[in-house]
């Protein structure tokens, strides 16, 4: 066993037990974030503030003087919780009704809580600066990684580093992916308004119903014929609402759904486009329409000098056949886009599946549950990203 992981090992799975017990949801982090702040203060030469009322920022300044290793470095943590009611058989189940940790941001922060408790007593050997950073509100837009990166959490910052945890890994192996990993997200809500009347005489009528299925179909040719396949969107229309009665043509009909890209340039056009045929249809009909935009997170791209020294350091900490590489990137969102929108950064996946789990139950299921095995490999990876950056 790894020393750096085996000094702090049961003191994380306790700190992520609790935090599992524990959750609260986005930007109601109250206890969560005082938890973590008052841990925070009993590790020594920690400046730990509260940017935000439910964040807690600690920054470890170096007392060794380096003029190679001089650098800023970020560590991030996501600490809120889910609307979910618990399923997994564990014994330290959430005690909030419907609320849980059901994508493992107890687990975040408990392995950065075991990095700086390990780097705070290694602050002689350092120098430069780590901030350690427990983010609220990563679940709900517009996030708190964009409301931190205002208040100047990472001013000054040379690399941003984070973990996430995937079910679909083993625990003790760590993914690497350069370039776009996760997609920008925007969601869009359309109401048609037509003219109801009776099923029997449709032509007295403007049917939102028809109407409706026709943008539905027609948005789907903004992916196959309107832009690039090596840069095309997912379009989803995931909601559809018309009507309540089998013989009554309604007045309106709604539907909803989700754009995901990773090109800037398509993640705009795609808006043109998908407004400009609810407008062409609608307007065909003689019906009305109104577009409601939900703009969220940016694509998260990871620099590939962050991922060089992600790679170095999972090769040491797992093994280089524990090191998984990934090609395609994801579909998902992650706020942590704000910090590698502003610095180099570099966030990956760690595996926390057990095969005696059985089935991998994916994030935000209410079955999810991590093989806390895999928490100590998480606060070494920081641990030795600190050291090469920070240390002679």
């Known amino acids: 066993m790894n020393p750096v992981r085996e000094s702090v090992k049961d003191e994380v799975i306790t700190w992520r037990r609790h935090l599992h017990e524990n959750p609260e949801l986005s930007y109601h982090e109250h206890e969560t974030s005082e938890y973590i702040y008052n841990l925070l203060n009993t590790f020594s030469g920690l400046e730990v503030t509260r940017p935000t009322k439910t964040s807690v920022l600690a920054v470890l300044k170096g007392l060794k003087t380096s003029a190679e290793k001089r650098y800023t470095i970020a560590f991030r943590a996501d600490i809120d919780a889910l609307p979910i009611e618990e399923e997994a058989d564990v014994d330290f189940k959430s005690k909030n009704p419907g609320v849980m940790h059901a994508c493992g941001h107890d687990a975040h922060a408990a392995m950065l809580l075991g990095a700086a408790k390990t780097l705070s007593e290694k602050r002689e ?24 990166v205002e208040k100047g959490a990472i001013d000054g910052v040379d690399y941003a580093f984070a973990l996430h945890v995937t079910p679909y890994e083993q625990a003790g192996t760590i993914c690497i992916k350069e370039g776009e990993l996760c997609a920008a997200a925007d969601d869009f809500e359309i109401k048609v308004i037509g003219q109801g009347g009776h099923a029997s005489t449709p032509e007295l009528t403007i049917d939102p119903l028809v109407i409706g299925s026709e943008i539905a179909t027609n948005i789907q040719h903004i992916v ?115 910090f590698s929108e502003a610095v180099p950064a570099s966030m990956q996946f760690i595996g926390v599946h057990n095969d005696a789990f059985g089935k991998a139950f994916p994030l935000h299921h209410p079955k999810f549950k991590i093989d806390e095995k895999a928490l100590q490999y998480g606060v070494d990876y920081f641990v030795k990203i600190a050291e090469k950056l920070t240390c002679d």
């Open 125 to 148: 050997e350092i120098s430069g600066e780590i901030r350690f950073i427990f983010q609220h509100a990563e679940e709900v837009t517009p996030g708190g990684a964009q409301e931190l």
């Open 224 to 338: 196959s014929r309107k832009i690039s396949a090596l840069k095309a969107p997912v379009i989803s229309v995931t909601k559809f609402n018309c009507g309540n009665a089998l013989n009554v043509i309604a007045e309106q009909a709604e539907l909803g759904g989700t754009i995901r890209s990773l090109d800037p340039d398509s993640r705009v056009k795609s808006r043109e486009y998908l407004e400009q045929i609810v407008n062409g249809i609608t307007e065909t009909y003689g019906a009305k329409y109104e577009i409601k935009w939900e703009l969220g997170y940016p694509a998260v791209v990871n620099h590939i000098d962050a991922v060089n020294i992600s790679r170095a350091v999972v090769e040491e900490v797992c093994g280089k056949e524990n090191l998984i590489n990934v090609e395609e990137p994801l579909f998902g969102t992650e706020d942590f886009s704000s």
